[in-house]
């Protein structure tokens, strides 16, 4: 187990945002976890769990302890002649999984491709795209509980999963420390091309005899088209959630753009695009100083080098307000924002 004190997290969060934490701790197994919260007076209030922070904006220098998973291991627990049900470590790479799991061919989360973070956050964010979400793989979770600091087994109906929701984004948010998750994977994919940019794709290549590799391969040239390499330009990705709005202020919508872009989910409800929401509003590649919105993305603010979280945080509130004000919609933040 490693202990830092005042510790910068600039290589820790994707945004580039140069803070310190108080303390920094990156653990290795559960038990390591357990006993450094056994023999340290922690304070609940001033614990901050992260992954690959890719979905986090720090506002100021963290005054607490962050933990930091590094349990590694992906293991085959069980397979049939359908599934096959694998047990990952909280610290391992998303994308490393998805990639082991294409290469392998068991299908599930080739649509997930090159999504950053780590596998702890895939519940927690209940990440997706391109037409998958997380908790159709899900099945179970283990966990240290940080108040009762014990090992704790959430599964997929304690969840409360939601739209890049779940349990652990509220009640329990930086209460319980994931460590562990099973997923149940199919050992004859089934392809999902239900999503249009990957239809779209398709058709424009002329594809056939499409696997999961080629799926993977085709969300990974769309999402490289679309969205910049946190390497090169600090990003979160996606800082903004599609809003969903009911059938009247849709029709009124629609009523007054005739381009509107959107998604039914329920009878009398609608997704509407927050990228197209922002575009519309006129912040599209609008550069702010250090800060910005993505010239192709319209969902994503970025860093030009320099900036402080909280030139990043106001613009995100520039956009809301204007969001609000045109369209009488209110937008939420995907990234996690710490103050």
């Not at 793989?137 to 509980?145: H, S």
């Not at 695009?273 to 010239?295: Q, S, T």
Request: aromatic fraction near 10%; charged fraction near 30%.
């Amino acid at each position: 187990m490693n202990v830092e004190k005042d510790f910068s997290l600039k290589k820790f969060n994707t945004f580039g945002i140069d803070i310190k934490a108080k303390q920094f701790v990156a653990f290795h197994t559960d038990d390591e976890l357990l006993n450094f919260l056994k023999s340290e007076e922690v304070n609940l209030e001033d614990i901050l769990i992260i992954g690959g922070g890719s979905n986090i904006l720090f506002t100021k220098d963290f005054n607490g302890t962050v933990l930091k998973s590094e349990i590694m291991g992906i293991n085959v627990l069980e397979r049939n002649k359908e599934n096959i049900f694998l047990e990952v470590g909280s610290g391992v790479l998303w994308d490393d999984l998805v990639e082991y799991t294409v290469n392998k061919g068991y299908g599930g989360i080739e649509n997930l491709t090159l999504i950053p973070g780590t596998v702890g956050a895939a519940p927690i964010q209940n990440i997706g795209a391109y037409g998958v979400e997380f908790e159709e793989v899900f099945e179970e979770l283990e966990g240290i509980d940080l108040l009762n600091k014990r090992k704790t087994i959430y599964k997929k109906s304690q969840c409360n999963f939601g739209y890049r929701d779940s349990i652990f984004k509220t009640e329990l948010k930086n209460k319980f420390v994931v460590t562990k998750i099973k997923i149940k994977l199919k050992v004859n994919p089934q392809l999902n091309t239900s999503y249009k940019a990957i239809q779209d794709y398709i058709k424009e290549k002329s594809i056939e005899n499409i696997d999961i590799k080629e799926i993977s391969k085709i969300v990974k040239e769309i999402r490289k088209s679309k969205l910049p390499d946190p390497n090169i330009i600090g990003n979160a990705g996606s800082f903004f959630k599609n809003p969903v709005i009911n059938k009247e202020l849709f029709i009124e919508l629609k009523n007054n753009y005739d381009d509107l872009v959107f998604y039914q989910v329920e009878n009398d409800k609608y997704k509407i695009p927050a990228g197209w929401l922002i575009e519309k509003a006129g912040y599209k590649g609008k550069r702010f100083d250090n800060v910005g919105v993505h010239e192709k993305q319209s969902l994503v603010l970025v860093n030009y080098g320099g900036a402080t979280g909280m030139e990043i945080y106001d613009l995100s509130n520039k956009i809301k307000s204007k969001i609000l004000e045109k369209f009488n919609i209110v937008l939420e933040t995907e990234v996690n924002i710490v103050h």
